[in-house]
């Protein structure tokens, strides 16, 4: 089983920056993609950015504001956000998804996080 664990949700003002981090334990054989998706009151929940087999990709809302990043040796993920707008604000959920196990029996895995939550002052 992966556990993924977010932090560094919060309250900001608009045109302010917050970083997400997230990071998967377990018996986690190989990561192939992660990242971040989020869910505002009353609408679906919506990828904002994410790597997946050595692409990155990013929702068209948040393109030159948001930034993913990733370090492999710790399964760690983090979403750097900048000039935040209202329209930002929605709970955070991390993804991840790959193998779990050992070399010789692994089985696929996907999990999300528990969710941390933005909020974006005007």
């Known amino acids: 089983q992966v556990q993924l664990v977010e932090s560094g949700g919060g309250l900001v003002q608009a045109g302010g920056s917050l970083r997400l981090s997230c990071a998967a334990s377990?018996?986690?054989?190989?990561?192939?993609?992660m990242g971040w998706y989020r869910q505002a009151p009353g609408k679906q929940r919506d990828v904002v950015g994410v790597?997946?087999?050595?692409?990155?990709y990013y929702a068209d809302s948040v393109k030159g504001r948001f930034t993913i990043s990733r370090d492999n040796a710790q399964n760690t993920v983090y979403l750097q956000m900048n000039s935040l707008k209202p329209e930002d604000t929605a709970d955070y959920y991390c993804?991840?998804?790959?193998?779990?196990?050992?070399?010789?029996?692994?089985?696929?895995?996907?999990?999300w996080g528990q969710g941390t939550r933005v909020t974006v002052s005007s």
């Open positions: 993804y991840a998804a790959g193998a779990a196990g050992v070399a010789a029996s692994n089985r696929p895995f996907q999990s």
């Open positions: 377990g018996s986690i054989f190989s990561i192939h993609a």
């Open positions: 790597f997946s087999s050595g692409s990155t």
